[in-house]
């Protein structure tokens, strides 16, 4: 069965919820989204985006992503702080795949592998990729995917680029402490 491609986010907001469900799809290589998943998520929407700040927050989060794992049939698990590096950097991305929050929270992407010392993603954000330009052993764009990923890579990053702090530069995840990253696990 050949895989969809994946999605660019039609709201401004809705980076991490298009890039989970994104994560969902390549994880299920070709199958259908689970319905209830799609909804689910998008229950974390809000006009400023999804937050999870405050404790009700935290929660409402949890409870969402609970559900999307039992009904999408996957592990779902989130990391902060200085265990993301770690965690991503050492996932086995044929059966997991992490939205990363890059811009110190400020956008969510896919990572869904890792090749050549490269981290392989997807962004969302059409705007973030739609130049194609590169920056050697930062990151390159391949708009609108990159050739022979099957519709699921349009962006490719370096982790030093990737893991530093926010320089003002794109496609880094910034402070330590702002760090977020969800792990889609496929059992």
Known sequence: MQNHPLLYQP???SCWV????????Y??????????????????LAEDGVFYYTKKQIQEFEAVIQ???ACSKLEITYVTDKNVENLVSNLDYTKQVALCDIASGGHSILINGFNEGVFEAFDPYW???????????EYQKHPPY????ENSVNLRL?????????KGGGFQMGAVS??????????
């Open 146 to 149: 990159k050739a022979g990923s």
């Open 67 to 69: 559900a999307v794992g």
């Open 158 to 166: 370096w982790p030093k680029h990737l893991f530093a702090p926010r």
């Open 178 to 187: 702002k760090r977020f990253a969800t792990v889609l696990t496929m059992p």
């Open 127 to 137: 705007e973030n990729v739609s130049g194609g330009e590169s920056i050697i052993e």
């Open 11 to 13: 709201l401004a907001t």
């Open 27 to 44: 994880l299920h290589k070709g199958k259908t989204l689970p319905f209830m998943a799609y909804k689910l998520l998008h229950n974390l």
């Open 18 to 25: 298009t890039s989970m469900i994104n994560g969902i799809m």
